[in-house]
Structure formats: structure tokens, C-alpha cells
């Protein structure tokens, strides 16, 4: 039998097509995936080049509002930007910087927590106290006190070229703990079964151990864990976009294109955060359904059909 027929016969391909909700979740994220990716060929305009820049054309209402024009179907910003485009290449920033930290999180989060529950101890007891103080510390002191040095380092106007970099190192410095923890307590379950002491008496090194034998049985969490930390990675970079800490106007992303837009929501010109707001919540809401449903099938015990 096959990989293909396997998986065509699978109880998570099974699961899935039973569960209207997740079905649909995962059409409109693979939509919404599809729009980021192609945003440079199927934008009206490149919102990120000054050329297209035009103050005179700042918060045109949507067409079908007074004052509205068919080039511009959703209005403009208060840069005279195309919000369709705008948003298009403000999702696609919003979920690279999103899988990016996410990436970083696992990395760091996953090498901690194998070698945390691996070798126990004293290793375990100080890896663990880390990721206590991590935690202790808001990820909002965190974004301050590295675009401190970042500004220090290199200076405030690289801030704008190398924003995206710097908003994955701050949410992917900020998270990892989540990942630690839960692979620690995996790998804690997996390291006195019988497959490990048999790997230990045929003479394999205990990295060998970790990372072909104890790791892959131990990452069944992270897939759940991996679907929520994205949609609060996305959500973070929101936020920090908010706070003025996030990416500069001139390159946005769905949660700056919030942030730039709320001054000016209660003088008429809505659109300019709604638009981005409902993509943003229709994006981390597919994430989070996704998630959960992804956990029940993971989990038997608490899947119900």
C-alpha cells in the first residue's frame, strides 16, 4: 500500500472530511494563502513604491460609497495607496512574519525542551528556570529593549529595511518557552520506553537517540501548538504594530495598516482600518478552528465525532 492510499484511508483524512467547519477553515486559510503569495502579480499596485504614493488620492471611499472610484474597489488609505493592494501585501508581510517567528520559536523551543527531558537533572532544572524567566518577561519589554539596541546598533533609519527580520527575532525570542515545555513533557514520557533502552544497548549516542528516535515520537503537540502560535504570532505583530513598535508605513502590514487607519476611523474614513481588521480576524479565527480541530483528532480522548 502506498503513502497516497494510506492516507486516503487515514482516520485524519477521515476526521477531516466529517468536520464541515474545518473543511471550510481550511479552503478560506488556503485562499487567503494563495492571495499573499501571487500579491505581486495580482495587485492593482505596488503599495511599497513611493511612485505609487499619491496624497490626492488618500481616503477615497469604497466604489460603492459616495465619492468612491472603480480603480480603487475598497477606497484608499490615508496615502493615497489602493487598500486592495495594500492589504494583499499586508497580509502576505503579516504571515511571513508570523511563520518566521513561529519557525524560531520551535527552533529554539524544541532544542531546549529535547535536551531539558533527554539528560534531566540539573540541565533540566536550569533550562526550565530560562524559560520561567523568559516567560516572566512581557513580549512588549521584549520589543522595546531589542529595537533599542537594534537602533543603537544600526542606527534608526535601517529601521524600515530591516523591520521584518527584527519583528521575528523579538515574537520568536518571546514564545519559545510554549514549545520547551511541551516537548519536555513528551520527551520525559518517551525516554524510559522500551525503544530507547534498546537504542542505548545497541550502542547509538545519546544525539542520535534524541533526534532520530525520541524527537519524532514527541512531536505530535507541536503540529497543535505550531496552528495557535501562528495566528498569536500574526496577532502579536499586530499589536506591536499598534503600539508604534511594529512595521513602518511605508511597507505595511495588516496591523499597521490598522494602527495608521484608527486616527482617522471616527472622521468617516472607516475603511482604512475595518478592511484590514476583518482580514486579520478571518485569518488568526481559520487558524484557531484549525487548531482545535487538529487537537481533537490528535487526541483521541477528546475527540467526540
Known amino acids: 500500500m502506498t503513502k497516497l492510499q494510506k492516507f486516503k484511508e487515514s482516520y485524519f483524512l477521515y476526521s477531516f472530511k466529517r468536520d464541515k467547519v474545518a473543511m471550510a477553515s481550511f479552503i478560506i486559510l488556503v485562499i487567503l494563502l494563495i492571495l499573499a503569495v501571487t500579491a505581486p502579480w495580482i495587485a492593482p499596485m505596488d503599495p511599497y513604491g513611493a511612485n505609487n504614493i499619491d496624497i490626492m488620492n488618500s481616503e477615497i471611499p469604497p466604489m460603492w460609497s459616495d465619492g468612491g472610484e ?17 492589504m494583499l501585501y499586508g497580509l502576505r508581510t503579516s504571515i511571513i512574519i508570523g511563520v518566521c517567528a513561529v519557525a524560531l520559536q520551535a527552533g529554539i523551543g524544541i532544542f531546549v525542551g529535547l535536551t531539558a527531558g533527554f539528560i534531566g537533572g540539573k540541565t533540566d532544572a536550569f533550562l526550565m528556570r530560562l524559560a520561567d524567566i523568559q516567560f516572566s518577561f512581557p513580549y512588549l519589554m521584549l520589543a522595546i529593549f531589542i529595537g533599542a539596541i537594534f537602533q543603537v546598533v544600526f542606527g534608526v533609519g535601517s529601521y524600515e ?26 520527551v520525559i514520557g518517551e525516554v524510559n520506553k522500551e525503544y530507547v533502552e534498546a537504542a542505548r544497548i545497541i550502542g547509538l549516542s545519546r544525539p542520535t537517540i534524541m533526534v532520530r528516535h525520541v524527537l519524532p515520537n514527541s512531536l505530535t503537540s507541536v503540529m497543535v501548538i505550531s496552528t495557535i502560535q501562528i495566528a498569536n504570532a500574526v496577532m502579536s505583530e499586530a499589536a506591536l ?44 479565527l481559520v487558524i484557531n478552528l484549525l487548531g482545535d480541530w487538529l487537537r481533537d483528532v490528535l487526541n483521541p480522548k477528546l475527540y467526540k465525532g
Open 241 to 284: 504594530s499598534f503600539l508604534g513598535l511594529g512595521m513602518p508605513v511605508t511597507k505595511p502590514s495588516l496591523g499597521s495598516l490598522i494602527q495608521s487607519g484608527f486616527e482617522f476611523i471616527f472622521s468617516g474614513s472607516w475603511w482604512i482600518t475595518v478592511f484590514p481588521g476583518v482580514w486579520l480576524i478571518l485569518f488568526v
Open 70 to 86: 472603480s480603480q480603487f474597489p475598497l477606497g484608499t488609505d490615508n496615502m493615497g495607496r489602493d487598500m486592495f493592494s495594500t
Open 161 to 186: 529595511r530591516l523591520a521584518v527580520p527584527l519583528l521575528i527575532i523579538i515574537i520568536g525570542l518571546a514564545e519559545w518557552p510554549v514549545y520547551a515545555r511541551t516537548i519536555r513533557a513528551s
